[in-house]
């Protein structure tokens, strides 16, 4: 087995991950636990992982109802989880001309 990474360099090894990274799996329970999972686009703007999703999707059914998310980067060789959400806002349509 090889030497370990430090917490640093893993930290390094994330963050450039997500610097390059569109994709990810968004996992959110229900007040159950029960789990659901989708695919995901999202956007890293060096301080907050931005995913968006229509209001009515049972993803943000779940994020209102104050469950977590948990995402995986789907590339990332360390099998990356991203845990917890700390803000969940409901916004309103997007522009059609854009």
């Known amino acids: 087995m090889g030497d370990l990474r430090s917490v640093e360099a893993r930290k ?5 991950v997500l ?3 569109r994709d990810l799996w968004l996992a959110t ?3 159950s636990g029960r789990p659901h ?11 907050d992982l931005v995913v968006a999703t229509t209001a ?3 993803t943000a059914a779940n994020l209102a109802a104050g ?7 789907p590339e990332h ?11 969940y806002h409901r916004v309103g349509h997007a ?3 854009l």
């Open 12 to 16: 390094a090894d994330v963050l450039g």
């Open 19 to 21: 610097e390059g990274q």
């Open 29 to 31: 329970g229900d007040r």
């Open 37 to 47: 999972l989708i695919a995901v686009s999202a956007w890293w703007d060096g301080n």
């Open 56 to 58: 009515k999707s049972r």
């Open 67 to 73: 469950g977590d998310a948990h995402g995986s980067l």
């Open 77 to 87: 060789r360390g099998q990356c989880w991203l845990r917890s959400v700390d803000r």
């Open 95 to 97: 522009e059609t001309s």
